[in-house]
């Protein structure tokens, strides 16, 4: 059995970011000795200090699969850094996502700003995390977040020019996320269930639990699905084939709902 879990909105509550609802969870998971892999927009700055908090011994996905990062246990031919991580870069760099971002919006004159435009102060301001926590989600590798301040119609052009780019668009709680098109949360969870295949010599049940837009590849990809009630009001449509629980409860209460519903 393999969790794979979004963090904004889902273990994390969306405001506070408060993650106590879900202890009792992550206990029996530990316990349990079942992996809980996060998958989120976050950096993997943000991630790993998380990570350590919650003493998870897993791999994680950062930047909506744009990267994926491996504890020695979960190496075949990486080699772990220092700290006994190896860092697998699926999408494209943050260098060359701005370059493309700023080409365009010259060019086409749209509205937006994105991380690369705001001080840590305003990445603060823009997402309630403190002036330290604001520094490790502006740590991007490869991915951008950026808040749409232009028309309906501008962000459908938007979108087609980043494909033509050989990028693409994704939607979090908070803002829009421009990544490279061979990335995405369902990408970087196939690679992983994949890799504890090799591993292990079998396929795992696999649960996803989230929240948003950007959530929608992975719960599709998923055994067992649960679609977090969410704070946005865009619709998330999840295909019928899917098994899939939708939660009554919001953030870390939801997602303990979820765990209830298909493991407890
Ligand atoms: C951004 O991501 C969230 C997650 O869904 C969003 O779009 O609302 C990221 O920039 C992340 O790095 C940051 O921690 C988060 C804070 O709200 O916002
Ligand atoms: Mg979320």
Redesign the pocket.
């Known amino acids: 059995l393999l969790v794979f879990t979004?963090?904004?909105?889902s273990l994390l509550d969306h405001a506070t970011y408060d993650y106590t609802p879900a202890m009792t969870w992550l206990e029996r998971l530990r316990e349990g000795a079942v992996p809980v892999i996060i998958n989120?927009?976050?950096?993997a700055a943000?991630v790993m200090v998380l990570h350590q908090a919650l003493g998870l011994d897993a791999p994680f996905i950062a930047?909506n699969g744009a990267s994926i990062h491996l504890p020695a246990s979960w190496c075949l031919n990486e080699t772990p850094d220092e700290r006994g991580w190896a860092d697998i870069v699926l999408g494209e760099s943050y260098r060359r996502i701005r370059d493309v971002l700023e080409a365009i919006r010259a060019t086409e004159g749209f509205q937006f700003r994105g991380?690369g435009d705001f001080s840590i102060d305003e990445?603060a301001e823009h997402?309630?995390?403190d002036i330290h926590?604001a520094e490790l989600?502006h740590l991007?590798e490869a991915s951008e977040?950026l808040i749409w301040e232009d028309t309906e119609e501008a962000l459908e052009r938007f979108r087609l020019l980043l494909i033509g780019a050989g990028l693409s668009l994704t939607?979090?709680?908070?803002?829009?996320?421009v990544l490279g098109d061979n990335s995405g949360k369902g990408r970087a969870m196939a690679w992983l269930v994949d890799r504890y295949h090799l591993l292990k010599g079998q396929r795992p049940l696999t649960v996803g639990l989230g929240d948003?837009p950007?959530d929608i590849p992975m719960l599709e990809s998923v055994d067992r699905a649960v679609l977090i009630r969410g704070e946005h009001d865009t619709p998330i449509r999840i295909v019928e084939t899917v098994q899939l629980y939708t939660t009554t409860q919001k953030g870390p209460a939801g997602w303990s709902e979820g765990l209830d519903h298909w493991l407890g």
């Open positions: 979004d963090l904004d909105g989120t927009s976050k950096t943000e930047e991380f990445v997402t309630g995390l926590d989600a991007r977040p939607q979090g709680g908070r803002f829009y996320h948003g950007n």
